[in-house]
Nanobody, 120 residues
Framework: EVQLVESGGGLVQPGGSLRLSCAASGFTFSSYAMSWVRQAPGKGIDWVSAINSGDGATYLADSVKGRFTISRDDARDGSKNTVYLQMNSLKSEDTAVYYC?????????WGQGTQVTVSS
């Protein structure tokens, strides 16, 4: 069974930092690109960042470039199949539920999400 479990969200002041984690299981993590997306209150889902399998190339939405970094830990024994999102210089507009995601064929898989609130 595929499981994606996000953690690390919370309340942070503008300019602060958070590190989100997404622990993956139930599939061959090292073979798939992983993404982070977010959904702000009352809005649609926005793609935030992605990281390839293999070469580990990373991609960021323009709105988060220079502030967010995506990374992954592909443990050979599967013990640390995790994707991270380091978020610095947070702004109020970053407030959203953040989800990790991957696609296998035509099927998208999502975690339960973690709330990030940026407020003073």
């Amino acid at each position: 069974e595929v499981q994606l479990v996000e953690s690390g969200g919370g309340l942070v002041q503008p300019g602060g930092s958070l590190r989100l984690s997404c622990a993956a299981s139930g599939f061959t993590f090292s073979s798939y690109a992983m993404s982070w997306v977010r959904q702000a209150p009352g809005k649609g889902i926005d793609w935030v960042s992605a990281i390839n399998s293999g070469d580990g190339a990373t991609y960021l939405a323009d709105s988060v470039k220079g502030r967010f970094t995506i990374s992954r830990d592909d443990a050979r024994d599967g013990s640390k199949n995790t994707v991270y999102l380091q978020m610095n210089s947070l702004k109020s507009e970053d407030t959203a539920v953040y989800y990790c995601n991957y696609r296998q064929g035509y099927q998208d898989y999502w975690g339960q999400g973690t709330q990030v609130t940026v407020s003073s």
